[in-house]
């Protein structure tokens, strides 16, 4: 059943022409009546959630209605068979009050262009922390501007209670494809005619399943929204970390939903641990306890690691272990530090019983029995490449004191997530932990066309992995860990032949220097494991990254760019850059890609750089519930997967103390 007054219905039927493209008035809510958890929204049971009500009332536009803001809107749920109840009685609550509110947004690009915003005014309610503990289906509905009727069907889960995993590692590849795995393999293991001596530790997975990354209201994702999806079961909106994105200007008063790290520490006692190679309040570390519908509320998450959700009833976690780059979170703003309340960090952590670290030989002697923060550079942590290959590229003024001076001694992933384990190990007892790890460059080096970058990050997860696996099962611990290795979403990288970058360097002319790509029979074998130059000794990375025949490799969506196919030197590529300052306007880096060929780009020529992609990834499995996580499924799956291992599914409500 939907609208009951014809004149709404019409109105419904003209908004499908503009809604929900390039703009959209508010994601997941097609009609004036907004539900959030929106139509078909799964749940765990016992998973706490807020419901958010939003009438809007477009005041021109093309959903311009003359109805007056409804303000006597009506909310029901109902458990499919039963009588539908009011929602302060079927989750015993008070009625919340009202809200008001006003937004705008563009309906197209010819209404940005002539800046002509539709104005929308916004009545509004939300319900806070409630849970649904019987599995099923139910029907909430919003009855609103006399007659219309917004219904959304939701699904409680199964129950799960029995728990088969002591521990869950989730590895994140960030922006991770199959297609980049088979490159970074090609680099890295000898080949003898054609036959691999050796495979990645991805390879000897037992169970490899495939997911879709895509958002509840478009269809690329970003790392936040990806990274919510992965960590509570609900997918959302780009920039969104745990939160259905409502239309209110704050944003930290969208309806939260809890994530599996909080439901494991609320209901196990279950530790919690934190590593990434990005800066440490970046979306995918920020994602296993932050809820904002701003990524990049940078300060404000950092703050929840330390003290749960501000100015907010919700579960706490205490994190045993956070390691990661980002010290401008930490140092105050006197030393150029961006903080939540212009806090010292540090010190914060400090009075907390925090071992506080900054470098990797401190790391390395840190006590596994406390709690412990390891920020190790000012923004993201400097790429293997440059770490092991590359050193003078560390000669930058990123300590992660804010002293100014270069911070030369960074740890790898490795290290950090095996003092990771180290601790959560130790600290938890019987109880058992869950842990992140994100090799988050690979998706920031895709981003920045710089593909051996990217590459060599790939690697360093992987031997990471291998590492891990070896780790566990020395200390007994590999029975009852359940190991996941998967990605938050693409990019469209592959590899299609070789390059003689010799013979490109010495043609004059892009079209004659196409020549030097040879495909098919003429892409050779891979020459990276060739000794040279620079001979790298680890086994599991390339012993020589700039050999004359490099990957003829890229990515389906970029900037402006000169590709010349060889390892940038001098550190991270910048393939793209405003001519004019603020000019918004990118072209190709006159200083990059030296004696290569240029290649415009496709992109809107705001984008500095590559974008993500559509692409299914891959999801690798190892462990208690391995079984669970084989063939093709939705990112959400992977929430009540780990869910279900964790034993997490609740019929009932927890005994109020
Ligand atoms: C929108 O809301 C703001 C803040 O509440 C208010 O100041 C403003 O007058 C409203 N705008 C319109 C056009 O109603
Ligand atoms: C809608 O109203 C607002 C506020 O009066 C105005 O700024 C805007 O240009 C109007 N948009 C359209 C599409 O008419
Ligand atoms: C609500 O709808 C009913 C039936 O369509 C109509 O009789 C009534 O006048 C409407 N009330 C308002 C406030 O628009
Ligand atoms: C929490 O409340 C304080 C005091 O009202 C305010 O200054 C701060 O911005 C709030 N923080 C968030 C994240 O909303
Ligand atoms: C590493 O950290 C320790 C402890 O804070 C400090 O004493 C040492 O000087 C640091 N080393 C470097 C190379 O910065
Ligand atoms: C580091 O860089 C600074 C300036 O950027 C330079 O003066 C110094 O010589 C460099 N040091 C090394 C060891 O490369
Ligand atoms: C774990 O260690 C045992 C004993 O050393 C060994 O036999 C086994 O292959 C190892 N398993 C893995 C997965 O490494
Ligand atoms: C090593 O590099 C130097 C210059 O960078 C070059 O002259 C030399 O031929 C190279 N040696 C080999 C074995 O490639
Ligand atoms: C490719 O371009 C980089 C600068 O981006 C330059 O350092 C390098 O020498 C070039 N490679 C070749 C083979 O010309
Ligand atoms: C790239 O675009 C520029 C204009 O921005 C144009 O002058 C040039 O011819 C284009 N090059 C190629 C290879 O298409
Ligand atoms: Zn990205």
Not at 488 to 502: I, P
Request: glycine share 8%.
């Amino acid at each position: 059943m939907k609208c009951s007054c014809s004149k709404i219905v019409a109105a419904a039927a003209l908004l499908g022409s503009v809604s929900a493209q390039t703009f959209r008035r508010l994601g997941a809510c097609p009609t004036l009546g907004c539900v959030f958890p929106p139509d078909q929204a799964d749940f765990l049971a016992g998973q706490y959630f807020d419901i958010r009500l939003e009438v809007h009332q477009p005041r021109n536009g093309s959903e311009f209605i003359g109805l007056p803001l409804d303000n006597d809107f009506t909310f029901t749920v109902a458990k499919k068979g039963e009588e539908a109840k009011p929602a302060t009685e079927f989750f015993q609550l008070e009625e919340p009050k009202l809200e008001h509110w006003n937004f705008t947004w563009f309906e197209d690009l010819f209404a940005r262009d002539a800046n002509k915003p539709t104005l929308v005014n916004v009545a509004a309610k939300a319900y806070r922390r409630i849970a649904i503990y019987e599995p099923g289906e139910y029907t909430a509905t919003l009855n609103y501007n006399n007659g219309s009727k917004t219904e959304a069907t939701w699904l409680v889960r199964d129950l799960a209670e029995e728990r088969k995993a002591k521990n869950i590692i989730l590895f994140i590849g960030d922006g991770m494809t199959t297609s980049m795995i088979s490159a970074g393999r090609l680099i890295a293991h000898e080949m003898i005619n054609g036959k691999y001596q050796s495979t990645m530790a991805m390879d000897k997975f037992p169970v490899l399943g495939h997911q879709m990354t895509h958002s509840i209201d478009s269809f690329i994702t970003d790392s936040a929204n990806s990274a919510a999806a992965l960590n509570t079961g609900h997918k959302t909106t780009v920039n969104s970390l745990n939160v259905y994105a409502d239309s209110s200007r704050d944003p930290f008063d969208d309806p939260k939903i809890e994530t599996l790290a909080e439901i494991f520490h609320r209901l196990t006692g279950g530790h919690i641990g934190i590593v990434s190679t990005a800066y440490i309040a970046d979306a995918t570390p920020a994602a296993l306890v932050s809820h904002t519908r701003l990524r990049s509320q940078y300060g404000a998450i950092v703050d929840t690691y330390l003290n749960g959700v501000q100015n907010y009833t919700w579960t706490d976690v205490p994190v045993d272990v956070i390691f990661g780059g980002g010290a401008e979170q930490f140092y105050p703003p006197e030393l150029g530090g961006d903080t939540y309340m212009d806090r010292n960090y540090y010190e914060e952590f400090a009075k907390a019983d925090y071992q506080i670290i900054q470098n990797r030989t401190a790391l390395l002697a840190a006590s596994s029995e406390e709690k412990a923060l390891g920020i190790f550079t000012t923004s993201n942590m400097a790429k293997w490449l440059d770490r092991n290959v590359y050193r003078e590229n560390l000669n930058q003024s990123l300590s992660p004191t804010g002293d100014e001076s270069p911070a030369l001694d960074q740890p790898g992933l490795k290290e950090m997530t095996l003092k990771a384990i180290d601790i959560l190990e130790h600290r938890s007892g019987d109880k058992g932990w869950f842990l992140m790890s994100e090799a988050a460059s690979i998706d920031k080096m895709m981003h920045a066309l710089d593909y051996d970058r990217a590459l060599g990050e790939l690697l360093e997860l992987d031997d990471t992995v291998k590492a891990t696996i070896k780790h566990l099962n020395s200390t007994n611990c590999l029975k009852e860990t359940l190991i996941l290795v998967t990605a938050d979403h693409g990019h469209g990288f592959d590899v299609a032949g070789s390059v003689d970058t010799q013979y490109l360097t010495a043609q004059d002319g892009d079209r004659k220097k196409r020549d030097a790509v040879g495909t098919y029979e003429q892409s050779g074998e891979s020459q990276y494991m060739n000794s040279g130059n620079l001979t790298y000794t680890d086994s599991n990375f390339p012993r020589n990254w700039d050999p004359r025949y490099t990957l003829f490799q890229g990515v389906t969506a970029n900037p402006d760019r000169r590709e010349n196919w060889s390892v940038r030197k001098d550190g991270p590529r910048v393939p793209a850059v405003e001519l004019e300052e603020d000019s918004d306007d990118y072209y190709v880096n006159p200083e990059d890609g030296i004696g290569g060929i240029v290649i415009n780009g496709t992109l809107p020529v705001g984008d500095s750089s590559g974008v993500h992609s559509l692409t299914d990834v891959p999801v690798y499995a190892m462990g208690p519930c391995q079984e669970m996580f084989g063939g093709t499924y939705n990112s959400i799956d992977i929430f009540y997967n780990m869910a279900a291992c964790f034993g997490l599914g609740r019929g009932q409500a927890p005994e109020k103390l």
